[in-house]
């Protein structure tokens, strides 16, 4: 396995999300991206410790298994290193509507306790929040943490901000 490691920032998944002055990874061989990994592959090609900051925008409802893909985020992570992701809400049209998301996600999905019980307890969720990028109007209907169960679409996409403690 060829180790790399050339800047302290990884985007993990990036599509068409490619930004200078980090690592950009994807699988597909039509994207711009620095190194070709599958993220289904294990261990990924980095060494331990090795980034400041990981973005995973759009990219763990796509993957096999999310925990494993997490568990190896924390791997190449440094002490303090920033993870951040981005998920679309469980309950948003673009979640139900893409026939390649295999796991969909809350704004519970990783409260305290469930990271425990999946063995992350490295991750500490200093931030959550929900974004309403697509549609601006969704942010100003009131008592959406009700209304999320009649009126699919209510969320658009769920932001985490993590913490790695090891």
């Known amino acids: 396995m060829a180790t790399v ?6 985007n993990v998944g990036c599509g068409e999300d490619y930004k200078s002055g980090w690592i950009n990874l994807d699988s597909r061989n039509n994207i711009n991206a ?4 599958d993220l ?8 331990d410790n090795s980034f400041e900051e990981i973005l995973l925008k759009m990219v763990l409802e796509h993957v096999d298994n999310p925990l494993r ?5 924390i791997r190449i ?8 992701i981005i998920v679309p809400h ?5 979640q139900i509507t893409d026939i390649q998301h295999k796991t969909s996600f809350t704004e519970n999905s990783f409260h305290g306790s469930l990271l425990k ?3 992350l307890e490295e991750l500490n969720l200093v931030n ?39």
């Not at 490691?5 to 990884?10: A, E, G, T």
């Not at 620095?34 to 990994?37: A, E, M």
């Not at 469980?90 to 673009?94: E, R």
């Open 128 to 166: 959550k929040s929900f974004l309403s990028s697509k549609n601006k109007w969704k942010k100003y209907v009131p008592l959406k943490w009700i209304l999320k169960i009649f009126l699919n679409g209510i969320y658009d996409d769920l932001l985490f901000d993590f913490v790695v403690n090891k």
């Open 90 to 94: 469980g309950y948003s049209y673009a």
């Open 69 to 73: 893909v997490l568990k190896e985020i």
């Open 5 to 10: 490691n050339l800047s302290k920032k990884l």
């Open 40 to 47: 289904n592959k294990f261990p990924y090609p980095f060494k």
């Open 77 to 84: 992570s440094k002490k303090n290193a920033r993870i951040r």
């Open 117 to 119: 019980e999946y063995e």
């Open 34 to 37: 620095d190194i070709k990994h």
